[in-house]
């Protein structure tokens, strides 16, 4: 692992209505089996872990990722860009403005087994 700090930050513009202003701190280089763990202040964990042949962009969805307080939710933007998302719990009413004022279209929340079990359930239905 290596870690390669942007000083100063790149900025760079973000959003269609409302702007905002995303700071770029640096790059993290993984080799295959590597994993870092991202921690909020309230204690929340996000681990991605690098494979030889890519990415787990998640712990798993309705076990490890909700058990560090964390909702995974598949949205689309307004020129059809989909993006997964991960909500603190706790801090759903601040997604819900964020949703808004983007605006993003929830698709699916993918944090629940039922949920997960719905979404196979409708994709083993397509020819």
Known sequence: MKFEPKIPPREFEVGYDVKGIIRDCGSMRLTADEQVTFLTEDGGEYDLTRKE????????????LASFDLRAV????????FFVLLVERGKEEAFDRYVRQEPLKIVTWLDSLEALQTLEAALERQP
């Open 74 to 81: 598949l949205v689309k933007n307004r020129v059809d860009r």
């Open 53 to 64: 042949w890519g990415f787990y962009a998640t712990p798993s969805l309705n076990g490890r």
